[in-house]
């Protein structure tokens, strides 16, 4: 049986697919998409992935709050 879903960026909206026969092919895709284009569940309580270059410019509710705090608490 094969397997075929979307992996979508939830910042920009990149897509890459994962697909192959389960379970083997199928994990081994998302191994690979994982290793080149870096995509992660995104941090937070909501589901979806972010994309590497994403995740490095990354400011979900946490970090935007610590960014502000730390200016804050510098100043």
Not at 43 to 53: D, E, K, Q
Request: hydrophobic share 25%; proline share 4%; glycine share 12%.
């Amino acid at each position: 049986m094969e397997g075929r879903t979307q992996l979508v960026c939830a910042d920009c909206g990149r897509m890459r697919e994962v697909s192959g026969e389960m379970p083997r092919d199928y994990t081994e895709c998302f191994v690979e998409i994982v290793r080149e284009d870096g995509f992660v569940p995104r941090p937070g309580g909501s589901a979806g992935f972010l994309c590497g270059a994403c995740l490095e410019t990354y400011k979900g509710s946490e970090t935007r709050d610590d960014e502000e705090n730390i200016e804050r608490l510098s100043s």
